[in-house]
DNA sequence: TTGCTGACTTGGC
DNA sequence: AGCCAAGCCAGCA
């Protein structure tokens, strides 16, 4: 395989640790699994995996750095802003995140 | 090979 | 806060 394999790996092996109520951006996935400039990379890879592996990787708790979700393509529509409030994550005014206290870095 | 596209990021207004 | 432009890397026509 290419060195997607190893990309893929790293990068499902991080966001499988996001604890619960918490979130990471796309750069910062990227960043831990050691591919910085790989954001985009890694929402194309969860695309593909939403919906097989969506019981043991939580795709929902990765946005990107403003602090909203990405996923007006998907179709899902607020799919994910469901889930997350599920686990108790607010919302701001504007429609934004807390990042500065639900982002969550390497444990 | 070139060129466009994308679940992104950052900097400037 | 919101919009725009440039940079970024892989995949695909």
Redesign the pocket.
Known sequence: M???ADFRDKVLAIVAQIPYGRVA???SVALMSGYP????????L??GI?EATADVIP?QR?V???GKL??Y??GTGDL?KTLLEAEGITF?K???LKLKQLEWWLE
């Open positions: 290419k060195l997607e951006t796309y750069g400039r790989r954001a985009r990379h890694v929402g194309h969860l695309r939403s795709w990765v990107n750095s403003s990405s996923t393509k998907i994910q701001t504007t429609g934004g």
